[in-house]
T-cell receptor, first 115, second 112 residues
Framework: SQTIHQWPATLVQPVGSPLSLECTVE??????LYWYRQAAGRGLQLLFY??????ISSEVPQNLSASRPQDRQFILSSKKLLLSDSGFYLC??????????????FGNGTRLTVT | GNSVTQMEGPVTLSEEAFLTINCTYT??????LFWYVQYPGEGLQLLLK?????DKGSNKGFEATYRKETTSFHLEKGSVQVSDSAVYFC???????????FGTGTRLAVRP
């Protein structure tokens, strides 16, 4: 069966520091991968998605970036964090291709607090 | 573009009460519709889905029917439990199939 791992679970970082959140998926090949952010009291905002190695689509311009160095690895990064980057970051995967009826499967999330 | 509108929360109910959480959507074509649940401190779990008009998704006593004529996908449960306390998200995936659009979420609190 497929599993998704995200780490760390919680992170406290000062403003201006770099960020690296990692997500890996096991048990499937060439999944679609996603990064969402959930700000306090708000819904989920799609940040990036990827349909293959090196293919990244950005939904919202900001100081975050994403990379997919391996088939089942998705990394969210920032060179300099802002206070507004605080939130709950969720990685997700879905089956390959653009199947409209396939759900996303989420990791347990990373709670980031920028101080 | 695609969008999902959910009823504002929080919703507070007593145990064994009937639950309805409203969800309406805007999309071109024939989207797939989903409900996700988020328990405190956790990620999202798929609760149920429906992929075409008049389909009913169901799981763990929850149900939702895909109503194309009213562009709705309301979540219902006949008798809620304290363990159902969570945030519920309605979502859709459009015909392009590449990403999920979420509503803002509805927090449910069930009192014993």
């Amino acid at each position: 069966s497929q599993t998704i791992h995200q780490w760390p679970a919680t992170l406290v970082q000062p403003v201006g520091s770099p960020l690296s959140l990692e997500c890996t998926v096991e048990g499937t090949s060439n999944p679609n991968l996603y990064w969402y952010r959930q700000a306090a009291g708000r819904g989920l905002q799609l940040l990036f998605y990827s349909v293959g190695i090196g293919q990244i689509s950005s939904e919202v311009p900001q100081n975050l970036s994403a990379s997919r160095p391996q088939d089942r690895q998705f990394i969210l990064s920032s060179k300099k964090l802002l206070l507004s980057d605080s939130g709950f970051y969720l990685c997700a995967w879905s089956v390959p291709g653009t199947r409209w009826n396939s759900p996303l499967h989420f990791g347990n999330g990373t709670r980031l607090t920028v101080t | 573009g695609n969008s999902v509108t959910q009823m504002e929360g929080p919703v507070t109910l007593s145990e064994e009460a009937f639950l309805t959480i409203n969800c309406t959507y805007t999309a071109t074509g024939y989207p797939s519709l989903f409900w996700y649940v988020q328990y405190p401190g956790e990620g999202l779990q798929l609760l149920l889905k429906a992929t075409k008009a008049d389909d009913k998704g169901s799981n763990k006593g929850f149900e939702a029917t895909y109503r194309k004529e009213t562009t709705s996908f309301h979540l219902e449960k006949g008798s809620v439990q304290v363990s159902d306390s969570a945030v519920y998200f309605c979502a859709l995936k459009g015909s392009s199939g590449d990403k999920l659009t979420f509503g803002t979420g509805t927090r449910l609190a069930v009192r014993p």
